[in-house]
């Protein structure tokens, strides 16, 4: 029932207002949190992808493949190959700047750095669309839910000796 008198009907306006605007303020709120989240992860996956470019330089040719896959994780995904997983870069403002804070770490020229955003869906070798270990979903028991797709990375970097360094998160 709504209020009858007028000073009823302004209390009732006045928090209506009121949750209207908490709910504003959560809602960006969040999408500022989230926004901050992204920039941090997409910070740390380029300093450790600088430091394995750099553990690499400084170890034998023999022993890229294998420290690739040492340091590879489920959210980053780490090889060494003759070709770049990307062909070129794409264009765009954050690419941009992923790409300049990219060359800063490593002291490098930026001709040999790729950098490009794609969807974390995944294709099998038949087509099919799945997931990294998709495989590997039981935890303790449990059923995990599914990955949910999303903005992921991928970089490409030149090695000294001429492969590349290819992550992509």
């Given at each position: 029932t709504s209020p009858r008198s007028l000073h009823g009907q302004m209390i009732a306006l006045v928090l209506i207002g009121l949750s209207i605007a908490q709910l504003l303020g959560f809602v960006l709120s969040r999408l500022q949190h989230r926004h901050a989240m992204e920039a941090h992860r997409e910070e740390d996956t380029l300093a450790r992808?600088?430091?394995?470019?750099?553990?690499?330089?400084?170890?034998?040719?023999?022993?890229?493949?294998?420290?690739?896959?040492?340091?590879?994780?489920?959210?980053?995904?780490?090889?060494v190959a003759p070709e770049p997983?990307?062909?070129?870069?794409?264009?765009?403002?954050?690419?941009?700047?992923?790409?300049?804070?990219?060359?800063?770490?490593?002291?490098?020229?930026?001709?040999?750095?790729?950098?490009?955003f794609h969807s974390k869906e995944i294709h099998d070798k038949h087509g099919h669309l799945s997931w990294p270990d998709a495989s590997d979903q039981r935890i303790q028991g449990?059923?995990?839910?599914?990955?949910?797709?999303?903005?992921?990375?991928?970089?490409?970097?030149?090695?000294?000796?001429?492969?590349?360094?290819?992550?992509?998160s």
């Open positions: 992808i600088a430091s394995v470019v750099h553990l690499l330089a400084d170890t034998p040719e023999a022993w890229h493949e294998r420290i690739s896959r040492a340091v590879s994780s489920r959210p980053l995904q780490l090889t997983v990307l062909d070129t870069s794409t264009a765009s403002r954050p690419r941009t700047l992923l790409h300049r804070q990219l060359a800063t770490l490593l002291d490098t020229d930026s001709a040999d750095i790729r950098i490009s449990q059923w995990t839910p599914a990955p949910q797709p999303g903005p992921g990375l991928a970089v490409a970097v030149r090695l000294s000796d001429g492969h590349w360094l290819n992550a992509v």
